[in-house]
C-alpha cells in the first residue's frame, strides 16, 4: 500500500515536473485519485491517457474542495492569479506543495491570499531522464507547518529522492543564476551578433553543436524564464552587478595583454568547475592536498585521466608558462 494511497492531489501544470510526479505517484499508489489541469487542453489528454492523472479538472477549483494536497508546477507569475482564484473555494485543511522557480514572492502572496493553509515550497534538482532518485529542495515559507513538512518528507520519499533545506534567499539567488543569468547573458551575445549579416551567415552554415550549446539557455520554455526574471529581479540586479565587474576585470586584462592573469582565470574556473562536479568546495586553499596523488587513478575514472593528473598537479607533467599541460 502507496502512502498517498486514499488521498486525492491536485496538480496545476502538467509539463514535465507535474506530469511525472503524477504518474510516478500513481504507479505506486492504487487507491491514489490525482486530479490534473494545464491551460493546454492538449496536455492534459496526454497526461490522462499516460496515466499521469486519473481525473480531468476543467478549472483551477473544479474538485478544489476534495483534494487534501495541490501542487503548484506553473511559472512563477502565475502563482498570484491560482491562489486568488482558489481562495474562497480551498479548504482550511488543504496543504499547497508549490514547485515553481522564485520563492519569496510565492511565500508572500500565500501569506495575504491563503493565511489559513499550510504551504511549503520544494524545488527539484534534476540530474537524469527520470523524476526519481533526485535531490529536492524544500524551502519553508511563512505559513510553513509540520504538517506540509510532513507530507512533503513523504512525497520525496516516493519519489526515491532525498531532501535539503534551503533558505528562502538562497534557492532564489541560486535561481537567478542558473535560470535567468544564462538567458540574460545568452541573449545579451546572440543580439549584439545579430546586428552582423556575417554573423547571421557564419550561424547558418556553423549551425552544430558549439552553437547549439551556446544558444541553449534560449531554449527553455519563455514564459517561465519571464517569469523568473519579474518575481526574482532584486537578486538578478545583483548578480548582473558581480558579472560586469568581472567582465571589466578581464576587459583590464585583455586591453594589457595580461597573459598570466588571463590564463590564471582560465586554469582557476576550470578547476572550479570539476571540484563542484566532485562534490569539492572551490574555496579550499588549492595548496592544500586535498586529492592524495595516490588516489589520481581512482580519480581518473571519475573525470578522465588527463584532467585526473591536472587536478592532482602531478610533477611529472610538462607544462608551458601558464601552467597548461603541453599538447606536443
Not at 510565492?106 to 504551504?119: G, H, Q, R, V
Not at 531554449?219 to 571589466?248: A, M, R
Request: aromatic share 8%.
Amino acid at each position: 500500500m502507496g502512502k498517498f494511497d486514499n488521498k486525492t492531489i491536485s496538480i496545476y501544470g502538467l509539463g514535465s515536473i507535474g506530469f511525472n510526479i503524477g504518474q510516478a505517484l500513481l504507479k505506486k499508489n492504487e487507491q491514489l485519485v490525482v486530479n490534473g489541469f494545464d491551460i493546454k487542453e492538449e496536455k492534459i489528454t496526454i497526461a490522462k491517457e499516460s496515466n499521469a492523472i486519473s481525473n480531468q479538472m476543467k478549472s483551477y477549483v473544479d474538485s478544489i474542495a476534495n483534494s487534501e494536497i495541490i501542487i503548484l508546477s506553473v511559472p512563477t507569475s502565475s502563482v498570484y492569479e491560482i491562489l486568488e482564484t482558489i481562495a474562497d473555494q480551498i479548504s482550511e485543511n488543504t496543504i499547497v506543495i508549490d514547485i515553481c522557480s522564485s520563492k519569496r514572492a510565492i511565500s508572500e502572496w500565500a501569506e495575504d491570499l491563503l493565511p489559513n493553509n499550510e504551504i511549503i515550497g520544494i524545488y527539484p534538482f534534476i540530474t537524469g531522464d527520470s523524476i526519481l532518485s533526485n535531490n529536492w529542495g524544500v524551502i519553508s515559507y511563512k505559513t510553513t507547518r509540520e504538517n506540509s513538512t510532513e507530507w512533503v518528507n513523504i512525497l520525496v520519499n516516493e519519489l526515491e529522492g532525498m531532501k535539503i533545506n534551503l533558505d528562502l534567499a538562497e534557492h532564489d539567488s541560486y535561481i537567478a543564476l542558473t535560470e535567468a543569468m544564462p538567458m540574460i547573458i545568452t541573449s545579451s551575445l546572440l543580439g549584439i551578433s545579430n546586428d552582423s549579416s556575417s554573423w547571421k551567415e557564419v550561424y547558418k552554415y556553423f549551425n552544430n553543436d558549439d552553437f547549439k550549446m551556446f544558444s541553449s539557455p534560449l531554449g527553455n520554455d519563455p514564459v517561465k524564464i519571464f517569469s523568473s526574471i519579474s518575481t526574482n529581479n532584486d537578486l538578478l540586479l545583483e548578480w548582473i552587478k558581480l558579472y560586469i565587474s568581472e567582465l571589466v576585470k578581464i576587459q583590464k586584462f585583455l586591453e594589457s595583454n595580461s597573459e598570466d592573469e588571463i590564463a590564471s582565470i582560465v586554469r582557476k574556473t576550470w578547476e572550479d568547475r570539476l571540484k563542484l562536479i566532485n562534490n569539492i568546495d572551490p574555496s579550499l586553499d588549492s595548496g592544500e592536498n586535498i586529492i592524495p596523488s595516490s588516489s589520481e587513478n581512482i580519480l581518473s575514472l571519475f573525470i578522465g585521466s588527463r584532467a585526473a593528473r591536472f587536478f592532482s598537479k602531478s610533477k611529472d607533467i610538462d607544462k608551458d608558462k601558464y601552467g597548461f599541460e603541453k599538447r606536443i
